[in-house]
């Protein structure tokens, strides 16, 4: 259930630390002109539970409205039931609880499916929750014998044919005569019967102030919601808007749409403070059966999509490499690439490599390709600096591809204004400093040893080593002209904190905010190295078959706290968005010694070998490695589907 309340009152929480103070815009006289579009993609997070909590986090009231629903619907324990909106899980945690076996939930709120996820475990309950959107809902046909939006879920989109969007979703995932239950506020009550301001103390701290006003043609409450701390100051100055439904208006719309309505009955929810609860206080809980006698059709065969796969060249010279060209290991790499791949159904491929003749072959190619899987890591010509000119390459020739665009890869080159934008963001970093390349001498020293120094352009772990982790200004000094030595002079180099905690990854593939998966977080494992060297995964660990490092250090699960887990995923998304990240990506962080995680890097178009860190993630997901590159196929293909889609419906407009 994720739908905020428009009225309510007298809610004692615990309040939540180090939260992130906002600025209220102050009067408005139209609240329905600050309602975004999607505005349900960013509210329903902690405050949302803090407000609500009374009512969506009481255990009873659960129970009672679970009562209530298989009072109405007749469904075995081993039916298949598919919660949608299922915000942290309530409702089908409390059939699993009671011993349903098949269940799912499907909610847009990462923060909310993360608790979701954390409270199953904790229960040692078996609910298979995933994040999406309800109108394209990633099940197959005829899946479910049961599904339900609860809470007061049904009607958040700005457009009326969006809520039939979701009914044709969910009669695509019913079986036939399959069963659906809705559970939405009383609309023409709440019109009657809602408060055009109120306010409540959430805690001894915290209380929220609303308004709400009905929106210009009748049919949707919009509601504003400041939440501020007594002594802080506001934490969010939020709108949203709900459309109203009376009994009536619903079962047309169910009929319209291929169900038949069954029972109808009204459901009320009681506060044990007894306090006004807004649009979840009266309720209509509705039931209804698909019309739909028979399985659906199968789908026509989807055609086979022409792929070119690009990678680096190895005719040339290659720098990165320690050897500086191709060698046998690099090889073997692309024949595990190329076995992977013909294990892809639905997909036919043809590699590309020479870089001479590149731009002929991709102009020869380019009506018979549906996208380049662009590979090449390595840059145009085996130079890592130029990565970002293929897929200007391949935008200057209008060819889609696979990973992050020009401007996404010039970013991400850049560690400092990586940092930069992590920081704008409220991401902690490691405290650095950037040495310019015409210093010579440090005037002064604002961090503490230990430091490790980067060149700030690039990525590969080129230019960290074992000497690269300094402990006086001796070493450092050295370090630095190692990294000129190797990368050249002209060039800053980045000077940052040396953190003692874990060395962690977290790998997306997919495109959030809707569409995507966080695979299992890695952590280098160090316990093998000596202890006088430093922990670290540097050049040779990736690169150097004969070292220590390289034969010593493996990746392994990260075992983290679930509070730890839930903000690196939060923040790996809002990285992946904010940077422009397509498809898939790695996020490189390390904890400090209180535990907390500080981001080190970003890697769009993240090493995509068999044995590298991103398979190794997904090996731990249960992926193989032909299922991962699948993986970041279908992201991509789906991702130019969904832009197809956009930019025809803009023509149309």
């Not at 608790?115 to 929750?129: D, H, I, N, S, W």
């Not at 609303?210 to 009748?218: C, I, N, P, Q």
């Not at 989807?302 to 680096?312: C, D, E, I, K, N």
């Not at 060249?313 to 500086?324: C, F, I, T, Y």
Request: glycine residues 6%.
């Amino acid at each position: 259930m994720t739908t905020p309340r428009s009225s309510s009152r007298s809610r004692r929480r615990t309040p939540r630390r180090n939260v992130a103070l906002r600025s209220s815009i102050g009067p408005v006289e139209d609240l329905e002109s600050y309602v975004k579009a999607e505005w349900w993609r960013d509210i329903f997070n902690a405050n949302y539970l803090r407000t609500d909590g009374d009512v969506v986090e009481d255990p009873e009231i659960t129970e009672t409205e679970i009562d209530a629903f298989l009072g109405m619907i007749g469904v075995a324990r081993d039916a298949a039931i598919l919660d949608v909106c299922c915000g942290q899980g309530r409702h089908v945690l409390e059939l699993a609880s009671r011993g349903f076996t098949d269940l799912h939930g499907v909610d847009r709120s990462h923060y909310l499916i993360s608790r979701a996820k954390r409270l199953a475990t904790e229960r040692g309950l078996t609910v298979a929750f995933r994040e999406g959107d309800a109108r394209k809902l990633r099940f197959p046909d005829d899946r479910f014998d049961f599904i339900y939006v609860a809470g007061n879920s049904f009607g958040y989109f700005e457009s009326a044919e969006d809520d039939v969007a979701v009914l044709a979703e969910i009669r695509r995932l019913l079986k036939p005569r399959g069963q659906l239950l809705i559970d939405f506020t009383d609309g023409d009550y709440l019109r009657a019967n809602f408060e055009a301001r109120s306010w409540e103390w959430i805690d001894n701290n915290y209380f929220v102030c609303r308004e709400r006003a009905l929106s210009k043609d009748g049919d949707r409450l919009i509601s504003r919601e400041v939440i501020t701390h007594a002594k802080k100051g506001v934490i969010a100055d939020q709108f949203y808007a709900e459309r109203l439904y009376n009994g009536s208006q619903l079962a047309m719309l169910l009929g319209e749409n291929g169900f038949e309505v069954v029972e109808s009955m009204p459901l009320s929810t009681a506060s044990k403070r007894n306090q006004d609860l807004g649009m979840m206080a009266e309720r209509i809980v509705m039931t209804a059966r698909s019309l739909k006698t028979q399985p659906s059709a199968q789908p026509t065969r989807t055609p086979v999509r022409r792929v070119a796969v690009l990678m680096g060249d190895h005719r040339k010279p290659d720098d990165v490499k320690p050897s500086s060209v191709f060698d046998a290991d690099d090889y073997h790499t692309i024949a595990e690439l190329k076995s992977a791949l013909k294990q892809v159904p639905g997909y036919r491929f043809v590699y590309l490599n020479d870089h001479d003749n590149l731009v002929d072959d991709l102009q020869k190619r380019a009506s018979k390709i549906d996208f380049v899987l662009n590979l090449c890591d390595e840059g145009l010509n085996n130079d890592p600096t130029r990565e970002l000119h293929i897929p200007s390459l391949l935008e200057t020739l209008n060819i889609s591809y696979s990973g992050g665009n020009p401007q996404c890869l010039a970013y991400c080159y850049d560690k400092s204004l990586v940092r930069g934008i992590a920081t704008e963001m409220d991401i902690p970093v490691p405290a650095a400093f950037s040495v310019a390349p015409e210093e010579v001498a440090f005037i002064s020293f604002p961090i503490d040893f230990p430091v490790i120094v980067k060149p700030n352009f690039g990525d590969s772990s080129i230019g960290i080593t074992v000497d690269s982790v300094c402990h006086d200004v001796g070493q450092l000094e050295q370090a630095i002209a190692n990294v000129r030595e190797s990368g050249g002079y002209s060039r800053p180099v980045l000077v940052e904190q040396f953190l003692t905690g874990k060395d962690i990854s977290v790998g997306i593939i997919g495109n959030p905010p809707d569409n995507y998966v966080a695979l299992p977080i890695i952590e280098e494992d160090y316990s093998q190295l000596p202890n006088d060297l430093p922990r670290i995964c540097g050049y040779e660990a990736k690169w150097d078959a004969d070292s220590i490092y390289f034969k010593n250090v493996t990746s392994i699960p990260a075992d983290l706290p679930q509070s730890t887990v839930e903000f690196l995923h939060a923040s790996c998304i809002k990285l992946f968005q904010r940077l422009g990240c397509q498809d898939y990506a790695r996020f490189d962080w390390r904890l400090d010694s209180n535990g907390t995680p500080r981001l080190l890097e970003a890697n769009p178009n993240p090493g995509w070998c068999w044995d590298g860190h991103l398979a190794r993630m997904a090996e731990y997901a249960g992926l193989s490695y032909a299922e991962m590159l699948s993986s970041i196929l279908a992201a991509c293909s789906d991702r130019l589907a969904q832009n197809g889609r956009r930019a025809k419906n803009v023509r149309a407009a």
